[in-house]
């Protein structure tokens, strides 16, 4: 499988930009939601084991699990009915916010540090359509669901054999991008070696020397500028 990914500069209208924009605010929502569910739960495993802070850490019930990632997207059909914002953004545009949360987390929990932050108002300037029913990008527009077509200067063609995997819309200042990853269904043969290999150091007294023998004095370049 050959991926590969191209960025273009796409113009949304007045209207669809601000739809995106409300778009990155209630995944920001969603994202410092699911986040605050990890930290209340890590923070209520930090107190001693006879008492509990009032002041820092909710209490907890000592066997409650986990928030992990299959539990947060399964709650969220039932957070739309209480929070109907969420509704406005695809379901699978939502369910890539939670991943890209966990995805902190186990980078965190494999680093040692790096706990994932919440994310100010204006931080959150991406979405990610992962995936598609049929080729949303022509040569003049690329479509999304519920936004409809934008236009795009698609200064590089798509090659052809290659599919459209996935979209992120990305906003940089007052610009917008996409960034398209594409796929090929190709095999790739691994390089066979070939020729004559041989190693190489490099050292003080000589400036390298070969596996075959071969030896390299130093240039010396500053004090042949001297002579």
């Not at 299959?70 to 709650?75: A, E, F, S």
């Not at 966990?102 to 990610?128: A, D, I, N, Q, T």
Request: with cysteine; proline share 8%; hydrophobic share 40%.
């Amino acid at each position: 499988m050959l991926t590969l990914t191209h960025r273009y500069r796409i113009y949304p209208n007045a209207t669809q930009q601000q739809i995106l924009v409300e778009w990155m605010e209630i995944c920001r929502g969603a994202f410092n939601y699911a986040l605050r569910e990890i930290k209340d739960w890590c923070d209520s495993r930090k107190c001693l084991i006879d008492r509990c802070s009032l002041e820092k850490e909710y209490i907890l019930p000592p066997d409650l699990k986990f928030p992990n990632e299959i539990q947060q997207l399964n709650n969220l059909p039932r957070a739309k009915k209480e929070f109907p914002k969420l509704g406005k953004v695809p379901s699978q545009v939502l369910q890539q916010v939670i991943k890209q949360l966990h995805r902190g987390w186990e980078y965190f929990l494999h680093r040692g540090f790096g706990f994932p932050r919440f994310k100010k108002y204006g931080h959150f300037k991406s979405l990610l359509f992962p995936q598609f029913k049929e080729n949303p990008v022509t040569n003049l527009h690329i479509k999304l669901p519920k936004i409809g077509a934008i236009p795009i200067n698609l200064h590089r063609p798509i090659p052809t054999g290659f599919v459209v995997k996935q979209v992120r819309i990305l906003r940089k200042a007052d610009i917008w991008y996409v960034s398209i990853s594409l796929q090929c269904d190709v095999s790739i043969p691994d390089r066979t070696p070939h020729g004559h290999a041989i190693g190489v150091d490099v050292g003080l007294e000589k400036f390298l020397a070969t596996s075959d023998g071969v030896l390299v004095k130093p240039p010396k370049f500053f004090k042949q500028l001297l002579a």
